[in-house]
């Protein structure tokens, strides 16, 4: 496939609704150069609010242009400011660092020492979405996941 | 054509100058069939002779796992084309050759390079991952010229080392390491010396496995020489030596286009973390502490294609088994490309020369000294590749290649067992059915279930009747473990868990070498890690009376890990259950127990946006739990366990929202308490030291740190 798929292919591929044998042959053919084009198209037809998207983020979110500027915006409508910035800065977090917290999630010898590692929740103050899981020990510096190349 | 220092110093200068292998593509371009059906040759002889290969070897590891791999080299060391297998080491026996010509084995006379000679190797420092991989080199030879190597590599049983097994646990240098063959002639005119032969037969547990790979190797070698002698013969001496270059050109071009077209330009961030808690242990005075070790991993895309991948910050390396050598990060970087970038088309070092690596010296990925244990490299090295795993599929979301995401490796426990076998000879081996982990979850999928490992793309447990013909253990247990891959609205693969009852021997060692303070694999995008390790055994049981009156074992963990079913049937002088995953030998006897779960990688999304049906599908198949439906997943399924309930699940759902909303705190509170908690030192001993010991190495890693948390220029831990 070198000259790209139907929008509704892609978008049911990248919605999971696609049968495995189809995804075997698209993950086998050669990779379609208007991807990025369709998706972010499908992207932009699915989200409830206007702003042009620059790029997909990650899960909920998006890069956007919004009055000259470049943000971070959520599928829900929640900004998260400059893509230069870190947006987790701007996030909520749940901070797993006792056994109790952490059995919620794995129970008895699954989890983690508390003291070695804490998982990091980033909450989307919008509508609640679970951005991210940071699992690293106390102290270590938020991460900044990625900065694309936008200039 | 000068002597192979020199072709290799020019090969280099070409390099450096021009930025390319070669410049054109004549062979490609003038007349392609000709070109394809020449590599398609070269791909057949190389798979081909893996397979004799396989059948040469009497080891499980080999014949039923299938970790041995062959590549076709250009004279200066560079890969031209590889079987299957453990890809890992292609690029491990490119630096090998390279260090037998920097290191004059063309001129030496006491050694020399002639048609027939092999060089075997397993010196990670010169080429290689762990002492357990060992590989065997041989020249090709045209008319008295050397115009390629051969070279073929497996994963031997048992190494010799102060543990049984293939990865001794308690090495914690070289010196504890077992034999290493620091690229040594270990035959001449195809016949093996036996005065090698002597020293595996005198030096190791089980030396009829190591040379019956040696074997395996060597004849894998022999057939693809006499092959590549054949296809010379066909297309002529100068074509040959045009079209190798170009396939390698050609495999650098298509991955720098491949990353152009699939990866979004930019700069990309993460982090890995793993513990080796050797603290009262019974290790020496040296080693006797709990170690943390870490690193930061950026990895920035140009819009070239080139990827730069840098480690800075990295903790040093210490007296344990997890450090590793460059060319071991070198074979990680190989093998990871092929599975995103480079898996298709021509798979050579062309790829791997597309990229840049920056390891702090020093570090435990590229320690100052060739002293340092890398018996469990990999113990580093899934986890350092795994993030780069992370990063490319953050790259490829952004892109919208979502169908190539798979977010992280396994980082899996490993058994290694020995001591004597039910024959009553002497035995070791590590149980490499930790080759079938589950993969992280994928950007429209889940991950793949107990059939995935990092450096074998051709994951295969093998059969656990061929494993019992060699161990003094059956396994009673073997199942997929449910909740073992990280959660998200894409699970990571499922692990599985085998359970062993030890059998005819009263002198069996066994050690796993995992990780229980930590969870190495980390999900993206909101999808969990997986689960941290441990081990349940139980010494001195009742087993042999519950067999005598038909009562039941366990033969699984059971649904509950906080009360599996070995302690809730099994009587013992000792029964531990959720020990620590990393035991050093300890000794078992015949009807002792002994049960571990290899690990999944990490999940993808936000696990209230999993469909509700792949959650139902997965408690039927075992791969979840009802308490992880509900309360990770939030989904409600009627009391038969047989469909969804639609209404429930949606309210569950949006409480489960509305509470992380109320729980949880703004990013800029939860900074200003741990940034306290830093300045007070409230932090684990064996976290501050590793902090520490990563300034002292990395001043700009000290420097990020201290801004981050707005700490004053002399704070120290």
Redesign the interface.
């Known amino acids: 496939m070198a000259e790209g798929y139907p929008k509704e292919t892609i978008r049911d591929l990248i919605e999971g609704k696609l049968p495995w044998a189809t995804v075997k042959e698209i993950m086998s053919s050669r990779k379609d150069p208007d991807r990025f084009a369709t998706v972010v198209q499908i992207e932009q037809e699915r989200v409830p609010w206007s702003e042009k998207i620059l790029l997909p983020l990650a899960e909920h979110l998006y890069v956007v242009e919004k009055h000259g500027a470049k943000i971070v915006k959520a599928f829900c409508g929640h900004e998260f400011g400059d893509y230069r910035e870190n947006w987790k800065e701007k996030a909520l977090v749940y901070v797993r660092d006792t056994r109790e917290k952490m059995n919620e999630i794995f129970p008895g010898p699954r989890a983690c020492d508390p003291g070695k590692m804490h998982l990091r929740e980033f909450i989307c103050p919008g509508c609640g979405e679970l951005l991210e899981v940071e699992a690293v020990p106390p102290g270590f510096p938020l991460i900044f996941d990625f900065v694309p190349d936008l200039d | 054509m000068g002597t192979l220092k020199q072709r290799l110093r020019e090969k280099e200068a070409y390099w450096r100058e021009r930025g390319c292998y070669v410049e054109h593509l004549e062979c490609r371009e003038t007349d392609p069939i000709r070109y394809e059906i020449f590599h398609s040759r070269l791909l057949s002889t190389l798979q081909a002779s893996r397979e004799t290969a396989k059948s040469i070897s009497a080891s499980p590891m080999v014949k039923e796992v299938g970790e041995l791999c062959f590549a076709l080299y250009t004279p200066e060391g560079d890969s031209v084309c590889l079987s299957t297998g453990i890809m890992v080491h292609v690029h491990t026996m490119s630096r090998c050759i390279k260090w037998m010509i920097e290191n004059d084995y063309e001129d030496d006379p006491t050694i020399g390079i002639r048609e027939g000679d092999f060089f075997a190797n397993n010196d990670c420092f010169i080429g290689g991952v762990h002492v357990a991989d060992i590989m065997d080199i041989t020249p090709i030879f045209w008319e008295g010229e050397l115009v390629g190597w051969v070279g073929g590599v497996t994963h031997v049983l048992e190494v010799g080392g102060v543990d049984p097994g293939s990865m001794p646990s308690s090495a914690i240098t070289r010196f504890h390491e077992g034999i290493t063959l620091c690229a040594q002639k270990v035959a001449e005119k195809d016949v093996l010396r036996r005065d090698y032969e002597i020293m595996i037969e005198r030096c190791t547990r089980a030396p009829h496995f190591w040379l019956l790979d040696e074997r395996a190797r060597m004849a894998g070698c022999c057939l693809i020489r006499e092959s590549v002698k054949d296809i010379i013969c066909e297309f002529g001496i100068d074509y040959y030596r045009k079209a190798t270059c170009e396939l390698i050109e050609e495999s650098r071009r298509t991955f720098l286009e491949?990353v152009k077209?699939?990866l979004?330009?930019?700069?990309?961030?993460?982090?890995w973390?793993i513990?080796l808690n050797y603290k009262n242990k019974n290790m020496p005075a040296i080693a006797d502490k709990d170690n943390?070790v870490?690193s930061p991993l950026t990895m920035t895309?140009?819009?070239n294609g080139k990827i730069t991948l840098d480690y800075e910050g990295a903790t040093p390396w210490g007296y344990h088994f997890g450090n590793c050598s460059p060319a071991a990060m070198d074979g990680g970087l190989f093998v990871t490309l092929t599975q995103f970038l480079a898996y298709d088309g021509k798979v050579n070092d062309g790829a791997w020369m597309a990229c840049e690596m920056k390891l702090p010296f020093g570090s435990a990925l590229n320690p100052d000294t060739i002293f340092a244990g890398v018996s469990a490299a990999w113990a580093l090295l899934q986890p350092a590749m795994g993030a780069v795993f992370r990063l490319l599929s953050?790259?490829l979301?952004?892109?919208?290649?979502?169908?190539?995401i798979l977010c992280g490796a396994p980082v899996t426990p490993a058994v290694e067992t020995g001591g004597v076998n039910q024959y009553g000879k002497p035995f070791g081996t590590l149980i490499s059915e930790l080759v079938a982990c589950g993969s992280g979850a994928r950007?429209?999928?889940d991950g793949i279930d107990t059939a995935y490992a990092l450096w074998n793309p051709e994951a295969d447990m093998g059969n656990a009747e061929f494993w019992e013909l060699i161990i003094p253990q059956v396994f009673i247990g073997r199942r997929i473990t449910p909740?073992s891959g990280g959660?998200g609205?894409?699970r990571g693969g499922s692990g599985f868990e085998s359970t062993w009852l030890v059998f005819h021997s009263d002198n069996v060692l066994m050690a796993n070498l995992g990780f229980?303070?930590?969870?190495p694999c980390?999900?993206?995008?909101?999808?969990?890690?997986s689960?941290?390790s441990?081990v349940h055994f139980a010494r001195g049981t009742d087993v042999e009376q519950r067999i005598a009156a038909r009562e039941p074992l366990p033969h699984w963990e059971g649904p509950?890990?906080?009360n599996p079913l070995m302690a809730r049937l099994i009587r013992a002088r000792e029964l531990k259950?959720?020990?620590d995953a990393l035991l050093f030998a300890t000794p078992f006897s015949s009807f002792d127990l002994f049960s571990h779960f290899y690990t999944g990688a990490g999940g993808?999304?936000?696990?209230?946006?999993r469909?509700p049906g792949r959650v139902l599908r997965d408690l039927e198949n075992g791969h979840t739990t009802a308490?992880a439906a509900r309360?990770?997943y939030g989904v409600v399924v009627d009391p038969a366990g047989r469909s969804c309930l639609e209404d429930e699940t949606r309210a569950l759902r949006e409480e489960?929202?509305?509470e992380?909303?109320r729980?949880?705190?703004?990013?800029?509170e939860?900074?200003t308490r741990?940034r306290q908690?830093?300045l007070e030192g409230r932090?684990?001993e064996?976290?501050k030291e590793?902090?520490k010991a990563s300034f002292r190495l990395s001043p700009s890693f000290r420097s990020?740190?201290l801004r981050?948390?707005n700490l004053p220029d002399h704070f120290s831990f």
Do not use: C
Request: net charge positive.
């Open positions: 491949n077209q699939r979004f330009p930019g700069t990309y961030r993460t982090a973390f513990d943390f870490f895309v140009d819009r953050r790259g979301y952004a892109k919208g290649y979502r169908e190539e950007g429209i999928l909740d959660f609205k894409y229980s303070s930590v969870y980390p999900g993206i995008m909101g999808g969990y890690p689960p941290s441990y509950d890990p906080e259950t959720g020990a993808y999304g936000d696990p209230l946006n469909d308490r309360e990770v489960k929202r509305r992380r909303l729980k949880a705190i703004p990013v800029s939860f900074k741990e908690r830093i932090l684990d064996a976290v590793a902090y990020e740190f981050f948390w």
